[in-house]
């Protein structure tokens, strides 16, 4: 049964790297017949290609009813994404930001993180709580009123970046475009897969964690929310390996604000979102990543092999005080 089990997981997450990989390619060929600047496809489209999986599991565990998984799987993705696919990329190339992303995009993701982190729990937190070291114990819940209110957030950036687009169109290349036929194809069987991925990755990781005592908190915070973001981390090095570093950072922003905000928003209009002690601590550490990799990249321009190295560490270093409290 274990073994079965290993067999979906597996299965569940090749399909998601797959399906993402085929929306990805659909999502931004459709998008370059309407002239979309490379920037706002990586922070939009390719964005939310690379983050199906993290929807597809955060929604399927929301219907299930397997709250812990939903928000964890968002709160480990973004951590991974920050610390771990950003730490690589640099210690891969020197990693650099367009001055949009820092001004514009990195602060709405540190703002989104700090939202969530207040509505969630920052109850728990001014009852004097805080320091409990039972981290199964609830400490609130994201409810389907600050669901709906987290999408609405997310609606509205959108809708700010398209705007931004249409007052930056791009010039006409020569390349050539694929048939509209051709990218809703690969947009459709792209999210098949991501579906029916995200089915077997939640059922093969709940079943896992019956058989090994894990909590789904610690499941979701580190295998699945590994596993989702994948996407982003093949997405960010192979673009950090041709030197489009710009890309590798625009992917990984325009994920986390997605994972946040609409991830979590829509897994919460499924159903209430219970957060328990761990996810607030979690939540914290999210807040402290993105604080620092803001700092190294505007500190230095650019984010270097020995930053790349400490960001990895770090990310080590939270795995391991995950698996242990």
């Excluded at 299965?11 to 017949?33: P, Y």
Aim: some cysteine.
């Amino acid at each position: 049964m274990f073994f079965m089990c290993v067999m979906i997981l597996v299965i569940g997450f090749a399909a998601l790297i797959k399906g993402a990989d085929l929306f990805v390619d659909g999502s931004a060929a459709l998008a370059k017949n309407f002239k979309v600047p490379g920037l706002i496809i990586g922070l939009t489209i390719v964005a939310v290609g690379t983050s199906a999986p993290e929807l597809a599991v955060s929604t399927t565990a929301a219907f299930q009813k397997a709250n812990e998984i939903a928000l964890s799987n968002v709160v480990g993705s973004n951590i991974f994404n920050l610390l771990g696919v950003l730490g690589i990329c640099a210690i891969i190339y020197p990693v650099s930001a367009q001055k949009e992303v820092l001004k514009r995009d990195f602060p709405v993701s540190i703002v989104a993180a700090m939202l969530v982190f207040f509505l969630t729990s920052g109850k728990f937190i001014f009852s004097g709580d805080v320091l409990s070291t039972d981290m199964k114990s609830c400490a609130g819940n994201v409810s389907r009123i600050a669901g709906g209110f987290l999408i609405a957030l997310f609606i509205i950036y959108i809708i700010y970046l398209i705007a931004d687009a249409k007052k930056h169109p791009v010039q006409e290349t020569d390349a050539k475009k694929q048939p509209v036929w051709k990218c809703i194809l690969l947009i459709a069987v792209g999210l098949i897969l991501i579906v029916g991925g995200g089915q077997c990755v939640v059922y093969g990781a709940k079943e896992i964690a019956k058989t090994l005592g894990m909590t789904e908190t610690l499941i979701g915070l580190t295998i699945i929310a590994i596993g989702t973001s994948l996407p982003e981390l093949v997405t960010s090095v192979v673009a950090a390996r041709k030197g489009e570093t710009g890309l590798a950072v625009g992917n990984v922003i325009g994920s986390n604000i997605f994972n946040l905000l609409f991830i979590l928003g829509i897994s919460a209009v499924v159903h209430p979102v219970a957060v328990n002690t761990a996810s607030v601590y979690d939540m914290g550490i999210l807040i402290l990543a993105s604080l620092l990799t803001l700092l190294f990249l505007t500190s230095g321009k650019t984010l270097r092999r020995l930053e790349g190295i400490m960001m990895v560490l770090l990310y080590i270093a939270d795995m391991f005080f995950a698996v242990i409290r």
